[in-house]
T-cell receptor, first 116, second 108 residues
Framework: EAGVVQSPRYKIIEKKQPVAFWCNPI?????LYWYRQNLGQGPELLIR????????DSQLPKDRFSAERLKGVDSTLKIQPAELGDSAVYLC??????????????FGPGTRLLVL | QKEVEQDPGPLSVPEGAIVSLNCTYS??????FMWYRQYSRKGPELLMY????GNKEDGRFTAQVDKSSKYISLFIRDSQPSDSATYLC????????FGAGTRLAVHP
């Protein structure tokens, strides 16, 4: 079974430029998460989707970050404009809430963003 | 004060050693306690989770939760070089809150 797929794996941009990350969750998983992991820190939740609905976006900096999950499957996270402090690894995870294994979140490999 | 505190290490041990990794937390509302392993340039992978105080064993790994002390531990027996990774504790009520991770190096 394929895991969570993310692209691109690496991205280098100049500050004030836009950037977008894409995530394809595990097939059948209804819940999708975007996390940001700064160097030497644990992941921090940015947004959680249940199907197409964003049920927790309290930590998403809405002035520059946006996300969407069309048709309740793939998701895109966008930053516009990027700032130096946005340099981090952006992780996508998915889970099947309501299933036997609902507490297990499966993480993708992440997109490593460097803003110059 | 962070909700979850974890010593970042690094921790370096010889192969075969018993490793003890620990976290403390401040929010007594946490219900689930988890340990994730993260290899370099990979996403975190769930190792174990537990709901209650006490011990849970899975092969060479034992997770221990003491809710009265707000303290959780992960023990690795007979550590192997392949165990070299960053270990993240995480706790959940409505969402996962991660510790900063402890870097572990097991040398042959």
């Amino acid at each position: 079974e394929a895991g969570v797929v993310q692209s691109p794996r690496y991205k280098i941009i100049e500050k004030k430029q836009p950037v977008a990350f894409w995530c394809n969750p595990i097939s059948g998983h209804n819940t999708l998460y975007w996390y940001r992991q700064n160097l030497g820190q644990g992941p921090e939740l940015l947004i959680r989707y249940e199907n197409e609905e964003a049920v927790d976006d309290s930590q998403l900096p809405k002035d520059r970050f946006s996300a969407e999950r069309l048709k309740g499957v793939d998701s895109t996270l966008k930053i516009q404009p990027a700032e130096l402090g946005d340099s981090a690894v952006y992780l996508c995870a998915s889970s099947l809430v309501g299933g036997l294994d609902q507490e297990t979140q499966y993480f993708g490999p992440g997109t490593r963003l460097l803003v110059l | 004060q962070k909700e979850v505190e974890q010593d970042p290490g690094p921790l370096s041990v010889p192969e075969g050693a018993i490793v003890s990794l620990n976290c403390t937390y401040s929010n007594s509302a946490f219900q689930y306690f988890m340990w994730y392993r993260q290899y370099s340039r990979k996403g975190p992978e769930l190792l174990m989770y537990t709901y209650s105080s006490g011990n849970k064993e899975d092969g060479r790994f034992t997770a221990q939760v003491d809710k009265s002390s707000k303290y959780i531990s992960l023990f690795i027996r007979d550590s192997q070089p392949s165990d070299s990774a960053t270990y993240l504790c995480a706790m959940k009520r409505y969402k996962l809150i991660f510790g900063a991770g402890t870097r572990l190096a097991v040398h042959p």
